[in-house]
C-alpha cells in the first residue's frame, strides 16, 4: 500500500513569507507525527496527533508554528513570518497505535530552505 | 531530562561486521529504536528492544542492556547498501508521544 507522503518536497521561501507543509499518513494509522531535522542531527519532535487533536505539541518551538489534523488523517504544518533559521527538512511519521513505542513510518520530508 | 550518545561517524569494509554503540540518559525507559536513514530519504524501522539482550533479525542484530543505559546494533556481511546513518531513539521518559532521537551515526562501507 501507499506510503506516508509529503508535499511539495522542497519549498524555497523569503523571509517573513508564510508557508504550509503537508502530510498524508498511511490510511488507518491514528498517529502522527511532525519532526524537523537538520543538516547532521536527528529528527527533533515537534508535535504529535491522536486522530484530530494534538495530543503533545511541547516541541513546536515558538507561536509562529502551527499544525492541524481536522478530519484525523492528513496534516498541515503552517510556519508564519518565516525566518532562515528555520530551514530544514521538516519529516512527518504516522503509526497504527498511539504510543511513542510503536514502530513509526517516515514520509519523504519536504526541505524548507528560507532565504 | 533526556540525551543519547552515538559515535559521529565510522568507516567499515565490505563483508565485514560492524557495531554502532548508543548511550542513552533517560529517568522512564519504554524502550529503545534504532532507524536507518540513507542520505536525503527517511528513516525506515530496524528494531525496538524492550527487555535486556541480544534481538537478531538478518544481517541485523540490536542488543540492549537497561542497567548500562546501553545499546548497540550489529551488521554482518557488511554491504554498500548499508552506507547510511544509524539513529538510535527513545520514546520520551514522560511516556505517550515524544520520540527523542540521536544525531545518528554516519556509517561508510569501502570496498
Known amino acids: 500500500g501507499a506510503g506516508v507522503s509529503q508535499t511539495p518536497s522542497n519549498k524555497v521561501t523569503e523571509k517573513g513569507k508564510y508557508v504550509e507543509l503537508r502530510c498524508d499518513p498511511i490510511s488507518g494509522h491514528t498517529a502522527l507525527y511532525w519532526y524537523r531535522q537538520s543538516l547532521g542531527q536527528g529528527p527533533e519532535f515537534l508535535i504529535y496527533f491522536q486522530g484530530t487533536g494534538a495530543a503533545d505539541d511541547s516541541g513546536l518551538p515558538n507561536d509562529r508554528f502551527f499544525a492541524v489534523r481536522p478530519e484525523g488523517s492528513v496534516s498541515t504544518l503552517k510556519i508564519q513570518r518565516t525566518e532562515r533559521g528555520d530551514s530544514a527538512v521538516y519529516l512527518c511519521a504516522s503509526s497504527l497505535l498511539a504510543g511513542a513505542w510503536n514502530e513509526q513510518f517516515f514520509g519523504p520530508g519536504t526541505r524548507l530552505t528560507v532565504l | 531530562g533526556q540525551n543519547i550518545d552515538q559515535p559521529t561517524e565510522m568507516t567499515a569494509t565490505e563483508g565485514a561486521i560492524v557495531q554502532i554503540n548508543c548511550t542513552y540518559q533517560?529517568?522512564?525507559?519504554?524502550?529503545l529504536f534504532w532507524y536507518q536513514q540513507h542520505a536525503g530519504e527517511a528513516p525506515t524501522f530496524l528494531s525496538y528492544?524492550?527487555?535486556?539482550g541480544l534481538e537478531e533479525k538478518g544481517r541485523f542484530s540490536s542488543f540492549l542492556s537497561r542497567s548500562k543505559g546501553y545499546s548497540y546494533l550489529l551488521l554482518k556481511e557488511l554491504q554498500m547498501k548499508d552506507s547510511a546513518s544509524y539513529l538510535c531513539a527513545v520514546p520520551s521518559h514522560t511516556g505517550g508521544f515524544k520520540t527523542i532521537f540521536g544525531a545518528g551515526t554516519r556509517l561508510f562501507v569501502k570496498a
Open positions: 533517560t529517568s522512564g525507559f519504554n524502550g
Open positions: 528492544n524492550v527487555l535486556d
